[in-house]
Structure formats: C-alpha cells, structure tokens
C-alpha cells in the first residue's frame, strides 16, 4: 500500500489525496525517481524538529537512515511521503516538489496494523489499482505478481488478523509495491520481527529492490541492517533541530558478507558516530544517570 493511497480514508485528507493523485510524480523510465531534500526544516508549532537537511538521493539508490530515537528520523521520512510539508526549504522527487501523497510515494511503516483489517489480504494489495480504476484483470495481475513476490499467493483469501506479524509485514510491502512506485520509504519495518523473519525479509528487501530498480529510504536503528542493505547510511544529529551529521557510501559487494573486515570497520565507524549522538540524546534528556550507569557496568 502508499500511505498515499490510505489517507485518501481519513477524515479530511481525501481533498488533498485525489489532487495528489492526478499529479504524480513521473519517474524516470523504469527506474526509481530522485529524491532531493534542500535545506530543509520541518516544525511542530514552535518546536523545530529538523532543520537545514541536505540529501541528495539519485535514482535508484538505497539509503538508509540513522540516528538516536527521537532525532527525527519519521518526520524526514514522513515528509518525504508527503505526509507533511517543509516548513522551510525544498523536497522534491524527479524535480517535482513533494506537495502531497501520491502513490510514486510508497510508505511501510513499522507496524503492520496499517493493513486494512476488514479487507483479505488480495483486497488490501489490490486496493491502490482498484482506487485508481484499474480493471479486475489487471487487480488480479498485480496480487499474483506481489504477493508472489513476498511468498504469499497462498494466503490471498485470508484477513490480517489470520496472518503473523512477519507474514502481515510482506503484505504490507506487497501492497506499496502493487503501485510500483518510483520511491519506497520503509520505517523500521522489521522493528517489530523476530531475527529469523526479519533476517529473511532483509533479503527479501534487498532483491525486490535490485529487481524493481525503485529507489529506497530506509530508517533502521540497527547497524548490520544498515551495512546490509544500504549504497549509502545517512546518520542524523541527535534532536531538536536535527540535521545529518555524516554519510557513508557502503562501498561493499553484494550480497553482503558481515564478517567482511571493511563491513566491520565501518560497523565501528557508525557506532561511535551514532553512539556520541544517542549519548547527546540522553543528555538532554536528563538521562545522564543511565549513561553513568552504563560506563561503570561497561
Ligand atoms: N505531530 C507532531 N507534533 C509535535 N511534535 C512531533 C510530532 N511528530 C513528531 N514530533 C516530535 O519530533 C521529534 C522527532 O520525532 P520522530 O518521530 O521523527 O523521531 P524518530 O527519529 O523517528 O524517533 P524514533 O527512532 O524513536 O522512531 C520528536 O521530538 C517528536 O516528539
Ligand atoms: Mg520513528
């Protein structure tokens, strides 16, 4: 599914959905779309979450996000959907601003309660075709081939509420990627899986994404996800007004191996730039006695 295409079913967001959706991003022939973030900030009222982000994302990379909980990270992300606007600078896709959702946007989030519940999984997948007028030949053709895709077709007929929580994440997955969108924004979404669902998925992950050529923002507070997956690991400052703080091209053959030394040094690398902002964090967050704590155990 896009977030894109289910805000259209919340109360006084269909407005701006329907417009959203009439003028979708274009990306570039059969690949995935640029995404361009320039100086940006995003406030709440008075409260500055990010401010004077600069990311240039080419077509078809895999970036992925770090950075201490809190920083920032959904905001970013849920900009970048078009969930919410810049308050200052410029985000646009394919050189077109991001002024709202669009299904070239597709959004998973961490938790997959975002599935509609009253629908069987083929419904869910199919719900953005179907939306956008797409024959029932053609809704068909997208759930045999997604759902195929995430190792599901058996399940078609059945509700999220019959499915576990790694099996729900695919469908998740299955139905953004039923919009073929240009732009995937994934937020944590293995957070919440046990290590063999979520080590299967980061595979899974890695080949739709090398077979669709879309480009990818993935946000992950884990490391090895990063290094796994990631062209490039973009890690944010700690809040308020976080920017990012430094970028890592992953410059590793794929598929990754995790005891390759140059995947270790740049595990080191990131854990001690993550580390001095969770730290930072904690700080502000009168946590200093934990992180006392900690060092003594240490
Ligand atoms: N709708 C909102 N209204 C007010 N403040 C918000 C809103 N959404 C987020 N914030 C604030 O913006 C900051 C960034 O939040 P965000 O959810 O983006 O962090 P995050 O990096 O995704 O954290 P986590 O890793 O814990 O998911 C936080 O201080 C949060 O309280
Ligand atoms: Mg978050």
Same mark, same amino acid.
């Given at each position: 599914?896009?977030?894109?295409?289910?805000?259209?079913?919340?109360?006084?967001?269909?407005?701006?959905? !329907?417009?959203?959706?009439?003028?979708?991003?274009?990306?570039?022939?059969?690949?995935?779309?640029?995404?361009?973030?320039?100086?940006?900030?995003?406030?709440?009222?008075?409260?500055?979450?990010?401010?004077?982000?600069?990311?240039?994302?080419?077509?078809?990379?895999?970036?992925?996000?770090?950075?201490?909980?809190?920083?920032?990270?959904?905001?970013?992300?849920?900009?970048?959907?078009?969930?919410?606007?810049?308050?200052?600078?410029?985000?646009?896709?394919?050189?077109?601003?991001?002024?709202?959702?669009?299904?070239?946007?597709?959004?998973?989030?961490?938790?997959?309660?975002?599935?509609?519940?009253?629908?069987?999984?083929?419904?869910?997948?199919?719900?953005?075709?179907?939306?956008?007028?797409?024959?029932?030949?053609?809704?068909?053709?997208?759930?045999?081939?997604?759902?195929?895709?995430?190792?599901?077709?058996?399940?078609?007929?059945?509700?999220?509420?019959?499915?576990?929580?790694?099996?729900?994440?695919?469908?998740?997955?299955?139905?953004?990627?039923?919009?073929?969108?240009?732009?995937?924004?994934?937020?944590?979404?293995?957070?919440?899986?046990?290590?063999?669902?979520?080590?299967?998925?980061?595979?899974?992950?890695?080949?739709?994404?090398?077979?669709?050529?879309?480009?990818?923002?993935? !946000?992950?507070?884990?490391?090895?996800?990063?290094?796994?997956?990631?062209?490039?690991?973009?890690?944010?400052?700690?809040?308020?007004?976080?920017?990012?703080?430094?970028?890592?091209? !992953?410059?590793?053959?794929?598929?990754?191996?995790?005891?390759?030394?140059?995947?270790?040094?740049?595990?080191?690398?990131?854990?001690?730039?993550?580390?001095?902002?969770?730290?930072?964090?904690?700080?502000?967050?009168?946590?200093?006695?934990?992180?006392?704590?900690?060092?003594?155990?240490?």
């Amino acid at each position: 599914m896009t977030k894109g295409i289910e805000q259209e079913t919340r109360p006084g967001q269909g407005a701006a959905t !329907v417009a959203a959706l009439r003028t979708p991003v274009q990306p570039a022939a059969g690949r995935g779309a640029a995404l361009r973030v320039e100086g940006a900030g995003i406030s709440f009222g008075d409260f500055r979450a990010v401010q004077g982000i600069d990311l240039d994302i080419p077509a078809g990379e895999f970036l992925c996000l770090l950075g201490p909980s809190g920083c920032g990270k959904s905001t970013l992300l849920s900009a970048m959907a078009g969930f919410i606007q810049v308050s200052e600078g410029t985000l646009t896709a394919d050189g077109a601003p991001v002024s709202g959702p669009d299904p070239e946007l597709g959004m998973v989030f961490q938790s997959s309660e975002a599935l509609f519940d009253w629908m069987t999984v083929q419904q869910n997948v199919t719900f953005g075709p179907r939306m956008r007028g797409r024959s029932r030949a053609e809704q068909n053709r997208v759930a045999d081939e997604f759902l195929g895709l995430v190792g599901l077709r058996h399940c078609a007929d059945r509700y999220p509420g019959q499915l576990s929580g790694g099996m729900r994440q695919r469908v998740q997955i299955a139905r953004v990627l039923a919009n073929e969108p240009g732009v995937v924004l994934m937020d944590e979404p293995f957070g919440a899986l046990d290590a063999q669902t979520r080590q299967v998925l980061q595979q899974e992950t890695a080949r739709i994404w090398s077979a669709s050529g879309c480009t990818v923002v993935f !946000v992950t507070h884990d490391i090895d996800e990063a290094i796994l997956l990631a062209d490039r690991v973009a890690v944010m400052t700690a809040g308020p007004a976080a920017s990012i703080k430094s970028l890592y091209t !992953v410059d590793l053959p794929r598929p990754r191996d995790e005891s390759d030394p140059a995947a270790l040094r740049l595990r080191n690398q990131l854990r001690e730039d993550i580390g001095e902002e969770v730290r930072k964090a904690m700080r502000d967050q009168g946590l200093d006695d934990q992180l006392d704590r900690e060092a003594k155990n240490a």
